[in-house]
């Protein structure tokens, strides 16, 4: 079982910046992307942005130019830079892992973390 843990969440003001972490544990032995996805009370879940093994990255393009994905692939994490945050970026974050195999299996599954708060208010 892949299990993801997300970190970072809290309170800002617009303008601000923060970082949002997730690191996955388990048995894995491959993960083809990892990315963030956000949820606003009312709202569907949307993808924030992505990246592939290889370094690939896609963002939604509502934070184009503002928030920045990063993967370290060793380690199994992926973090979320998030700058000039809007009121309308609030939400609750999940780290999200696709297609992720765990050794000696012939599955791929996708994981999800608990999700974190993220609220921009002043």
């Known amino acids: 079982q892949v299990q993801l843990v997300e970190s970072g969440g809290g309170l800002v003001q617009p303008g601000g910046s923060l970082t949002l972490s997730c690191a996955a544990s388990?048995?894995?032995?491959?993960?083809?992307?990892m990315g963030w996805y956000r949820q606003a009370p009312g709202k569907q879940r949307e993808l924030v942005a992505a990246?592939?093994?290889?370094?690939?990255?896609n963002y939604a393009d509502s934070v184009k130019g503002r928030f920045t994905i990063s993967r370290d692939n060793a380690k199994n994490t992926v973090s979320l830079q998030m700058n000039s945050l809007k009121p309308e970026d609030t939400a609750v974050y999940y780290c999200?892992?696709?297609?992720?195999?765990?050794?000696?299996?012939?599955?791929?599954?996708?994981?999800w973390g608990q999700g974190t708060q993220v609220t921009v208010s002043s």
């Open positions: 999200n892992a696709d297609r992720a195999i765990e050794w000696g299996s012939l599955y791929e599954y996708d994981y």
């Open positions: 388990g048995s894995i032995f491959s993960i083809n992307a």
């Open positions: 990246i592939t093994t290889a370094g690939s990255a």
